[in-house]
């Protein structure tokens, strides 16, 4: 029985020879696969913040916008939405101080649409600041008290 049976010479594939060449190949290997490896987990992490990001914006101009059609004044109506707006992006990743949050109550009347934009800077671990935007639309009640149908 030869000696590469009993483990004390290295194992190679019949006819390979083995270099000082390769020695440490392994290493460098492992090092540059554990670095695409945390590229990759850092792209997904920026991924994930953004899209979560965008999910409270747009959940935030959606409740805002509800909230606003439920005020019996355009004046109440704007204050409403941007109360609710802010409370709504207090979760959210943006950036302090960073939040608008526009009303328009052009057509507030019974059966009137009240829309409600929202938009907040992002600041994700890795890469540049994003500006996130989302309106909502919501329909004033013709049949609810307070507002008279013309």
Do not use: K
Not at 12 to 17: I, S
Not at 32 to 50: C, D, E, K, M, S
Not at 54 to 63: I, K, L, P
Request: net charge positive; with cysteine; proline share 5%.
């Amino acid at each position: 029985m030869s000696a590469s049976w009993r483990g004390l010479e290295p194992m190679a594939p019949r006819g390979a020879v083995l270099s000082r060449r390769d020695e440490g190949a392994h290493s460098v290997e492992f090092a540059a696969g554990w670095a695409i490896f945390l590229a990759a987990v850092a792209i997904i992490a920026v991924a994930f913040q953004t899209q979560q990001g965008r999910a409270g914006v747009r959940s935030a101009a959606r409740e805002a916008a509800r909230a606003a059609s439920l005020a019996a004044t355009p004046a109440d109506a704007d204050l409403q939405a941007d109360a609710v707006g802010h409370r709504e992006l207090a979760g959210a990743s943006c950036a302090a101080g960073s939040e608008t949050i526009t009303t328009d109550v052009g057509r507030f009347a019974p059966g009137g649409i009240i829309t409600v934009t929202v938009r907040c800077r992002l600041h994700p671990v890795l890469g540049p600041t994003r500006v996130v935007t989302a309106s909502s639309d919501e329909i004033i009640d013709r049949y609810r008290g307070g507002l008279r149908a013309p």
